[in-house]
C-alpha cells in the first residue's frame, strides 16, 4: 500500500499552491478510509476522519487539521478520474499477480446510472464499467450521460484497457458490428447478447435454436452443457446449446470473427409455477461448451457489482452533483469493492455490507490489517 500512497502523492494538484491548506494525498486516504469505514456522503467522511485524526496521522500529514466535507468534495471533484482508475489499477496489480492461472479471463462490459448525480439541469452519469470476476475488479470504465451512449462509450473503454486474451461479454445493446470489430482488433474473444435491436440476427438464431431437432443434434455433437441450483427458494435449471455450425446464416458476413451461436434456456420452478426464459448470443469462440457457458454465467457479476454499489455503498443514494466528484467516488467504491472481497474478518463468512460495519466499529485495528494487504 506504501507504493500506492506514493502514486497518489503525485497527482497533479491544479489548487493554487497559496491557497492549499490541505494535501491532495491527504482527501483520498480520509475518502477510502471512510467508504471502508461504513461512511457513504461527504459529511459522514469528515466525521469518519475526525473521530480517528490521531490514527490518521500515521499514514497522512493532516498539518490543518481534518479538511470540511465541503473541502473533501470540491477536491474530489478536481482530480482527473482518469488518474484515479490507474491508482485503483496499481493497487489490483500489486494484490493480484494471476500466477499460476489457468482459466480464461472473462471481462463483463454493462452501465449503471448514478441517480442522485442528477438534477433539474443536468443529467446523471452513467457509468459504462469493464469488471472481471476472476480478480474482483474494475479494470477501467467510461462516463456518458445517457443510456444510449453506451454504444459509442465502449470502444473507448476498450481503447483503455487490454483486453488480448480474454473474452468480452456484453449486453444486446453493444451488440454492434463494430463493437465486435474493435474486439477483434484487441485480440480478444466476444460472447455478446442478441435481442431485436438486431433483428435480422435475432430472427435467425431464434428460428434456428427453436427447432427441437436442432436442439437434438447440438447435444449429439457436444455442444449442451446443463445446470441446476437451488435459489430463493425456487430450482434454478439452465440449459446451454453452442453451435458451430453457422455457414447457413445471411447475417454471418457481417459479425467479424463469428464461430458460433448459442441459447441459456433457464428454468424456474417455484412451488407450483414454472417459468422459462431463453436469451440469445453470438459469439467469436469455437466449439466450446464449458467456456461458452461460463462467459454467459459471469456476465452476470457485473451486475451483483452495480447491486454493491447500490446497496452496500448507497451509491444511488448519493447526491453528489459534481459530476467529477462523483465519477471519482465511483471509482473509489469499486476500489473498496474490491478490498473487501479480498480483506477476511474473523472466520466467520459474512456479507460485504456487513464488513463494512464491523470496519467501523474497530477502525483502527481494520484499517492496519487493510494497509498490509
Known sequence: MDEVLRMIEIIEDIRQPWKVKHKLLDIVVIVLFAK???????????????????????????????????????????????????????????????????????????????????????????????????????????????????????????????????????????????????????????????????????????????????????????????TTEKAHSSIETREYYQCSNIKWMAEKSRWKGIKSIGMVRKTIKKRDKTTVEKRYYISSLAHDIDLFARTIREHWSVEVMHWHLDVTFKEDANTTKDKIAAQNLNIINKWCLSILKLFEIGKKKMSLKKKRFCISLDTRKFFQQIMAL
Not at 152 to 167: E, F, M, Q, R, S
Open 36 to 226: 471502508l469505514a461504513n461512511a457513504d456522503d461527504w459529511e459522514e467522511i469528515e466525521y469518519c476522519a475526525e473521530y480517528n485524526e490521531d490514527f490518521l496521522k500515521q499514514y497522512i500529514g493532516l498539518e490543518n487539521g481534518v479538511p470540511s466535507h465541503d473541502t473533501i468534495e470540491r477536491v474530489m471533484g478536481m482530480i482527473d478520474p482518469a488518474y484515479m482508475q490507474k491508482i485503483y489499477e496499481k493497487w489490483n496489480e500489486l494484490v493480484n499477480s494471476n500466477e499460476g492461472e489457468k482459466l480464461k479471463k472473462i471481462i463483463s462490459v454493462d452501465g449503471k446510472t448514478m441517480r442522485g448525480n442528477a438534477t433539474a439541469t443536468q443529467k446523471a452519469n452513467h457509468i459504462v464499467s469493464a469488471w472481471c470476476d476472476t480478480d474482483g475488479f474494475c479494470l477501467g470504465q467510461e462516463a456518458v450521460e445517457e443510456k444510449s451512449n453506451e454504444i459509442t462509450a465502449i470502444p473507448k473503454l476498450l481503447d483503455t484497457i487490454n483486453v488480448k486474451g480474454c473474452v468480452i461479454t456484453i449486453d444486446a445493446i453493444g451488440t454492434q458490428t463494430a463493437i465486435a470489430e474493435k474486439i477483434r482488433a484487441k485480440r480478444a474473444d466476444y460472447t455478446l447478447a442478441v435481442k431485436e435491436n438486431q433483428r435480422n440476427l435475432y430472427e435467425e438464431i431464434t428460428e434456428y435454436l427453436e427447432d427441437e431437432e436442432m436442439l437434438k443434434e447440438i447435444k449429439k455433437n457436444g455442444g449442451y452443457k446443463k
